[in-house]
């Protein structure tokens, strides 16, 4: 079936380096894209999301990439820091109409789990 | 402004037992939707309520129940529980309004335990 997934289960960096967060995805209907940052005990946090009808966006310190001719999607943060520790999560979503009242169903990858190093 | 919430926190359970698990969503919000998180893995989606009604629902099996008040909060109920639905739950929140992003706001799960 449809699925999102990513291809590394573990990242370590140094400290003030920039991380690089790659994740694939397969269903080519997907529109929408997040990214989520999950620490210990903690539910999932947004951090940055992308529409398929871009290519790059911006945040504070991450920046998302979408590839949609090979279907996958990174996310970049800019000198990693210890509070950046974290298992991080991309989702994909098909926009659901708006008759339907319906808000977005996201599918999640595995994870990777990012530990930023002294 | 509270944000999502979700009680208990902890929850341990026998084979066979039942439970109900609860989430107030975040202020202004109307939709709520339902994940299964196992250990080293990513959320799963179970099912989504809006207007006191399932709209969509994930590949789980009818043992999982849901349903939501009047207040926009919401219970997931899980029958004949089994040692494979340990796992965190999460509930997320969100807005059904045209262009909106429908960004979801997670809550910090409750942590199910089946022996």
């Known amino acids: 079936g449809e699925s999102v997934g990513l291809h590394l289960p573990t990242l370590s960096v140094q400290e003030g380096d920039n991380s690089i967060i790659n994740c694939a995805y397969s269903n080519s209907a997907s529109d929408y894209f997040i990214w989520y940052k999950q620490e210990s005990g903690k539910g999932p946090q947004f951090i940055i999301d992308i529409r398929s009808n871009m290519d790059k966006r911006q945040g504070q310190r991450v920046t998302v990439l979408l590839n949609k001719t090979v279907k996958h999607l990174s996310l970049q943060i800019a000198a990693t820091q210890p509070g950046d520790s974290a298992v991080y999560f991309c989702?994909?979503?098909?926009?659901?109409?708006?008759?339907?009242?319906?808000?977005?169903?996201?599918?999640f990858g595995s994870g990777t789990q990012l530990t930023v190093l002294p | 402004d509270a944000g999502v919430t979700q009680s208990p926190t902890h929850l341990i359970k026998t084979r066979g037992q039942q439970v109900t698990l609860r989430c107030s969503p975040k202020?202004?919000?109307?939709?709520v939707s339902w994940y299964q998180q196992a250990l080293g893995q990513g959320p799963q989606f179970i099912f989504q309520y809006y207007e006191e009604e399932e709209r969509q629902r994930g590949n789980f099996p009818d043992r999982f129940s849901g349903h939501q008040f009047p207040n926009y909060s919401s219970e997931l109920n899980v029958n004949a529980l089994l040692l494979g639905d340990s796992a965190l739950y999460l509930c997320a929140s969100s807005l059904v309004s045209s262009g909106g992003s429908n960004e979801q706001f997670f809550g910090p799960g409750t942590r199910l335990t089946v022996l």
């Open positions: 202020s202004g919000h109307d939709t």
């Open positions: 989702a994909e979503n098909i926009s659901p109409s708006i008759s339907s009242g319906s808000a977005r169903q996201l599918t």
